[in-house]
């Protein structure tokens, strides 16, 4: 089983349509978690850190359950622009992240 | 602020030769990662290092790979000799100390490929 599960996808959405991503982690030991954003051929960006209390971030939402141990990155008024892969990734120790396969994301017009 | 950068961007070598890869964390940043994704797989860690020191290497897939960080500033990451299994996607990140040593920052990537 892969420490960091996430449905692959591809999520096919129309632009301004709210969309939901989850994933799910496996080390209960884990400590911080991010949401990452990964451009096709490029390098993944840190898109936002995930806290216990939840956090927006504009059009963006990620929410933390530490119990169920999911994450979850909600997407409201969807743009072209916001095509791309989401990779959920956690932190387990010695700063080293563990990374999800990613959720692709299609936007269309 | 000039981002973390790498050099090569891309490179094709054959079984057996050598590579070296160079990492160019963002500046004042003390933290420096190397991951590896292959194809059709997630990206994992390779390691870890704090300023020149080695803080984790267990990702490190065998000993035809060797990083280095001397001066603590660029790192070096040198497949010899390279297998076909090796090629991949290579990324260096860095982050900084602090609160904010979590947050990972990610260069361009080598794209490495073995034939």
């Known amino acids: 089983r892969k420490e960091v599960e996430q449905d692959p996808g591809p999520f096919n959405v129309p632009e301004g349509a709210t969309v939901a991503f989850n994933c799910t982690y496996s080390?209960?030991?884990?400590?911080?978690f991010f949401w990452y954003r990964q451009d096709c051929r490029k390098e993944p960006k840190l898109l936002m850190s995930v806290y216990s209390s939840g956090n927006e971030d504009g059009r963006f939402t990620a929410q933390l359950n530490r119990a169920s141990q999911y994450i979850s990155l909600l997407i409201r008024d969807s743009k072209l622009s916001d095509s791309a892969t989401y990779l959920c990734v956690v932190n387990n120790d010695f700063q080293k992240l563990v990374f999800g396969t990613g959720t692709r994301l299609l936007v269309s017009p | 602020e000039a981002g973390v950068t790498q050099f090569p961007s891309h490179s094709v070598i054959e079984k057996g030769q050598t590579v070296t890869l160079r990492c160019d964390p963002i500046?004042?940043?003390?933290?420096l990662y190397w991951y590896r994704r292959v194809m059709g797989k997630e990206i994992k860690f390779l390691l870890h290092f704090v300023k020149e020191s080695k803080q984790d290497e267990s990702g490190m897939p065998n000993n035809r790979f060797l990083a280095e960080r001397t001066g603590g500033t660029y790192s070096t990451l040198k497949v010899q000799p390279a297998e076909l299994e090796d090629s991949g996607v290579y990324f260096c990140?860095?982050?900084?100390?602090?609160?904010?040593?979590?947050?990972?920052?990610f260069g361009p990537g080598t794209r490495l490929t073995v034939t």
């Open positions: 080390n209960s030991a884990s400590q911080s």
């Open positions: 990140a860095s982050s900084a100390t602090g609160v904010k040593t979590y947050e990972q920052y």
């Open positions: 500046s004042g940043h003390d933290n």
